[in-house]
């Protein structure tokens, strides 16, 4: 499963990193980071973080 | 199993959504129906009085662009749902709904996501220059007011009032703030963090009079009146009092709909065993913050709820027992003059709070970090500018604190 966050509307909300700290998380200058390409055994708590983004940020294919 | 069961979830916002998905997710034969006051396709608020609010306040806004972005994007193949918008729900008729187009729909199981809906002032006049805001339509009609120099009351100081301050001040509005309590948002924040955000809001040229409330509104010139008396000029007002739980079309189901619809922790109408409530309108224990039942006005709300709300369904028609033990971990979060606010918890249920990071002087120009407490244990954490990685810790720390039933 692919997961792609939209940069330009992520508001660094970090709900997210909350919902699936596995995939999502930030580096030490705060920056969000995620794993690009993801075991579909994640794939619950990755639509969870996709939910919980007040954004819309988070697609995933 | 017998036949696929029929699901009705009346309320096509966030919770409804949600609800559908996961739904259909834990039981893929089952019959969903949505129905919906509003004639859009389920769409995002909280941008009604941030972003949104100021793209549809531009000169020439293009309404439906804006809508566009605030379309919920939805995991529901097409036509997986039978989607009645534009359509209201009147009445119960026992294990029936009966629909403002005429329509009855039969369940198995009824799912209320109906969500809330403005106080009004319990005044009459001027209906012209009042404005509430929870819908898109009522946010398109607000954005046409808010014209640069043009003066606006602001009738209630919770986080809607104090966002949309926020943001017509952005606009270049003359703003004050009318708050019946001490500080705007004091029920919510604590009278520490209300004052710093008070004071934010007034360095920001916010009017704030705190302890007052409108009395009267006149028809004939632009005044609003408060209860001491004093007249203010206004050409707008809006009316962020608070909200009323949609249950009136579950009156007669057995329900309890003292305070939107009690539930219990699988969140099961108490008195209506084939009804339950998701999102803002479900009243429901949650152990983090021991056994009273509560409402919960946040975005994340409908999310968890949902979920919860499918595991119960999909548990009692497989014939299980729902897991016990559902307690979700609230956030919210607030835009302000550009501040973010960041909760995790329950500040509204604190004693007292504790800065653990920053001054609250600095507000709006340091990131600030407090931490409330109730009966000498941690029951919220909040950020004010602070970044969501230096929250995360604290968030974590709150969620050992919180083990169940440590708090009451
Ligand atoms: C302006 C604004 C800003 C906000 N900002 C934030 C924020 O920054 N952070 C945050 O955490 N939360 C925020 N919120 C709160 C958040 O938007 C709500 O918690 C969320 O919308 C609740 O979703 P819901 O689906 O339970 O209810 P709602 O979104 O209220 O949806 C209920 C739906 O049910 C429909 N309905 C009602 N009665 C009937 C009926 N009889 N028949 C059919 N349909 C019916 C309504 O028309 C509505 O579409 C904000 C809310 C508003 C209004
Ligand atoms: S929840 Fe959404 S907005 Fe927040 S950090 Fe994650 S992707 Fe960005």
């Known amino acids: 499963?692919?997961?792609?966050?939209?940069?330009?509307?992520?508001?660094?909300?970090?709900?997210?990193?909350?919902?699936?700290?596995?995939?999502?998380?930030?580096?030490?200058?705060?920056?969000?980071q995620w794993l690009a390409d993801v075991d579909d055994g994640l794939r619950a708590d990755v639509e969870a973080a996709a939910d919980a983004c007040p954004e819309q940020a988070i697609r995933i294919d | 199993?017998?036949?696929?069961?029929?699901?009705?979830?009346?309320?096509?916002?966030?919770?409804?959504?949600?609800?559908?998905?996961?739904?259909?997710?834990?039981?893929?034969?089952?019959?969903?129906?949505?129905?919906?006051?509003?004639?859009?396709?389920?769409?995002?608020?909280?941008?009604?009085?941030?972003?949104?609010?100021?793209?549809?306040?531009?000169?020439?806004?293009?309404?439906?662009?804006?809508?566009?972005r605030l379309v919920l994007k939805s995991r529901l193949a097409t036509g997986a749902v039978d989607m009645r918008l534009g359509v209201a729900a009147e009445a119960m008729e026992k294990d029936a709904l009966r629909l403002s187009d005429g329509t009855v729909l039969r369940h198995d199981w009824l799912v209320a996501a109906t969500g809330l809906r403005p106080r009004r002032l319990a005044l009459r006049g001027a209906e012209g220059r009042r404005f509430v805001l929870r819908t898109f339509d009522e946010a398109v009609r607000l954005g046409h007011a808010m014209r640069p120099g043009a003066r606006m009351v602001v009738a209630g100081g919770g986080f809607i009032g104090c966002e949309i301050a926020?943001?017509?001040?952005?606009?270049?509005?003359?703003?004050?703030?009318?708050?019946?309590?001490e500080q705007p948002m004091i029920g919510a924040l604590g009278p520490r963090v209300a004052a710093a955000m008070a004071a934010m809001h007034r360095a920001q040229g916010v009017t704030i009079l705190a302890g007052r409330s409108v009395a009267a509104v006149s028809d004939s010139d632009s005044a609003v009146i408060l209860d001491d008396g004093r007249a203010l000029e206004a050409d707008l007002m809006v009316e962020a009092l608070g909200s009323h739980p949609n249950v009136e079309w579950l009156e007669g189901s057995g329900a309890d709909l003292s305070n939107g619809v009690l539930c219990d922790n699988r969140l099961i109408a108490q008195g209506a065993d084939r009804l339950l409530a998701v999102g803002d309108v479900a009243r429901f224990p949650n152990p983090l913050f021991g056994p009273a039942p509560r409402r919960v006005e946040h975005w994340c709300v409908p999310g968890q709820t949902a979920r919860r709300a499918a595991e119960t369904i999909a548990a009692c028609e497989?014939?299980?027992?729902?897991?016990?033990?559902?307690?979700?971990?609230?956030?919210?979060?607030?835009?302000?003059?550009?501040?973010?606010?960041?909760?995790?918890?329950?500040?509204?249920?604190?004693?007292?709070?504790?800065?653990?990071?920053?001054?609250?002087?600095?507000?709006?120009t340091e990131p600030v970090i407090v931490e409330y407490h109730r009966g000498g244990r941690p029951v919220a954490v909040l950020g004010?500018?602070?970044?969501?990685?230096?929250?995360a810790p604290h968030r974590a720390r709150l969620e050992r604190a919180l083990s169940p039933e440590t708090v009451e």
């Open chain 2, 166 to 181: 926020a943001t017509a001040r952005k606009l270049g509005l003359h703003v004050t703030i009318v708050e019946p309590m």
């Open chain 2, 318 to 364: 497989t014939g299980r027992d729902p897991e016990p033990g559902f307690a979700p971990m609230p956030s919210f979060w607030s835009d302000q003059h550009g501040t973010r606010l960041q909760s995790f918890g329950a500040p509204a249920l604190a004693e007292a709070a504790e800065v653990i990071s920053g001054d609250l002087t600095q507000v709006g």
């Open chain 2, 384 to 391: 004010l500018g602070a970044p969501p990685a230096a929250l």
């Open chain 2, 1 to 68: 199993m017998t036949a696929a069961p029929r699901i009705t979830i009346v309320g096509a916002s966030l919770a409804g959504l949600r609800t559908a998905e996961a739904v259909l997710a834990a039981l893929p034969e089952a019959r969903v129906t949505m129905v919906g006051a509003e004639r859009y396709l389920p769409y995002n608020r909280p941008p009604l009085s941030k972003d949104a609010a100021e793209a549809l306040a531009a000169p020439g806004a293009d309404a439906a662009a804006v809508f566009e």
């Open chain 1, 1 to 32: 499963m692919k997961v792609h966050v939209d940069m330009s509307i992520c508001l660094l909300h970090g709900q997210c990193v909350i919902a699936a700290p596995e995939v999502f998380s930030f580096d030490d200058e705060g920056q969000l």
